[in-house]
């Protein structure tokens, strides 16, 4: 079966020691946490130094190293395969799929602190790892889960700025709204403004960043409270772990509910650096503007039916399969269905990345985490036929280069059973997560002193003229230019 051939594949991966040789250039610093520093502050002190020197080594000794071509394709077509970024916290390999700081996610599983023998990683283990390379001990977690918890008071009038919209409105546009009344807190803002030294950008933007990681949950749950729970919110739970209590404070506190908010904050945490949020949130902070605004623009992004509104359309297509044919539905009945929906101009949701080549791992750790805690609830049985049907019908259709589920194909389901059925909130829970992944990388941003992003545009016109002299110049012998493909210099 497809599923357990990938499966089988992920299941040969090598083990973290085998990965360190051959990772040792880009992870060289991951390492076991063995300082007693409970201060994670205190320790990006220390690699901060360490880390501008290999950037200034770098840009000295390979500054004009090319790293590929750039072709028209990639002009007109996103950018697609077009290597233009520095992002420190993670890396996507097609193959084998996201990798924290050198870790893939079922290493993660492995090595980071849980809250329960064998449990999913505490989302702080993560944050700690994304931040610094090193996994944390259980003791270093708990610290900074507290230094979180007390980090989280919201001010009223945040409260005040998502009550002036209609409740109605959509849940990404009250939270991202939220997030920008956060903004008038920003210590990075009064630093700039006070005329602090560039070498000191990273501390405002980290008290920024951990303030703005540890208000998000609040902020969110006080969206869901508010429309679909008639504004009964629920105050946090300083006792609780950074997963655990926003779960509780949306209204959940089944323990296996908990650990599935663990997992789902982890592996929604970071994509490396070229998805639309990610992205957006760099290119906003390259402009000096502080945390909140970057993360409220990079909501924006993620908001879109292409990127994070995308896991609520999976749920939503998979309940009107159910509408229409039933939860027995056959695998022809569903073939039939899926063909349907692609004949009708529309797309099957949860299926194709713009990256990965191989089933997401973000979707196997959410599948075994099914079969573990929900093995027979009739919409996980749905997907896990999608998981057999889906693939074949998206290779016969022949124009898609990635027939494979992504994460959002499996996470509603999980949500769904827990009684978190309220699709259009799920692109919250995603923006919740990537605050992580988003936020370690703005602190690096400027620890690292990256530059303003401004690459270059060209038009329609100019690519006419410029492939039309490629093109004349191959007819030359001995010329090396490829057909219009321009040579990428990094600056």
């Known amino acids: ?31 076991m946490q063995s300082s007693t520093d409970m201060d994670l502050k205190s320790q990006l002190q220390e690699l901060i130094p360490e880390q501008q020197d290999r950037l200034k080594k770098l840009k000295s000794e390979h500054g004009k190293v090319q790293l590929g071509n750039i072709t028209v394709d990639m002009v007109i077509g996103g950018m697609r395969g077009m290597t233009g970024l520095l992002w420190e916290t993670s890396l996507l390999d097609p193959e084998e799929g996201i990798r ?11 090595v980071l602190p849980a809250a329960q023998s064998g449990g999913e990683p505490l989302p702080e283990g993560l944050l700690w790892l994304l931040l610094t390379g090193k996994v944390p001990s259980k003791e270093q977690v708990e610290a900074l889960s507290q230094d979180l918890a007390n ?13 002036a ?3 109605t409105a959509h849940p990404m546009t009250q939270f991202a709204s939220g997030v920008m009344a956060l903004q008038v807190q920003s210590e990075f803002q009064k630093a700039y403004e006070n005329g602090i030294h560039k070498s000191k950008f990273w501390e405002p933007t980290y008290e920024d960043c951990l303030n703005l990681i540890a208000r998000v949950p609040v902020v969110a749950a006080y969206v869901y409270r508010r429309m679909y729970k008639n504004g009964d919110s629920i105050p946090s739970d300083k006792s609780l772990d950074y997963g655990a209590n926003f779960s509780h404070m949306l209204g959940f506190d089944d323990d296996n509910m908990k650990e599935l908010m663990r997992l789902y904050i982890t592996i929604h945490s970071d994509h490396e650096g070229g998805n639309v949020s990610a992205h957006t949130g760099h290119l906003v902070g390259s402009a000096l503007s502080d945390p909140y605004l970057s993360f409220a623009a990079a909501l924006n992004g993620l908001a879109g039916p292409l990127h994070g509104l995308a896991n609520q359309e999976v749920l939503l297509w998979i309940k009107s399969v159910v509408e229409e044919c039933g939860e027995n539905i056959s695998k022809d009945q569903l073939k039939e269905y899926v063909w349907k929906t692609l004949n009708s101009g529309k797309v099957v949701p949860g299926y194709g990345h713009g990256v990965l080549r191989k089933t997401d791992p973000r979707y196997v750790c959410q599948r075994e985490f099914a079969l573990k805690h929900l093995p027979d609830d009739p919409l996980f049985q749905l997907v896990s036929k999608l998981y057999e049907v889906v693939p074949p019908v998206l290779t016969e ?27 259009r909130y799920y692109t919250v829970l995603f923006g919740v997560s ?15 002193g990256l530059a ?5 545009s060209v038009t329609m016109d100019w690519l006419d003229a410029f492939c039309k002299k490629a093109k004349l110049h191959l007819l030359k012998p001995h010329h ?8 990428f210099l990094p600056h």
């Open 165 to 167: 919209l209609p409740s």
């Open 434 to 448: 990537r605050s992580l992944g988003i936020c370690s990388q703005l602190i690096w941003d400027r620890a690292l």
């Open 100 to 110: 924290f700081r050198g870790l893939s996610i079922p290493e993660c599983q492995k």
């Open 151 to 163: 980090r989280a008071a919201v001010p009223d009038y945040v409260y005040n700025a998502i009550d």
């Open 452 to 456: 303003l992003e401004r690459p270059k």
């Open 397 to 423: 259709l022949g124009k898609v280069k990635n027939p494979w589920p992504n994460v959002d194909a499996h996470s509603g389901v999980l949500l769904n059973h827990y009684g978190l059925t309220e699709a």
């Open 1 to 31: 079966m497809v599923f357990f051939r990938s499966v089988s594949a992920l299941a040969r991966l090598r083990s973290r020691v085998g990965q360190q040789s051959s990772l040792s250039n880009s992870v060289r610093w991951i390492q």
């Open 480 to 487: 090396s230019l490829s057909w219009c493909s321009v040579v």
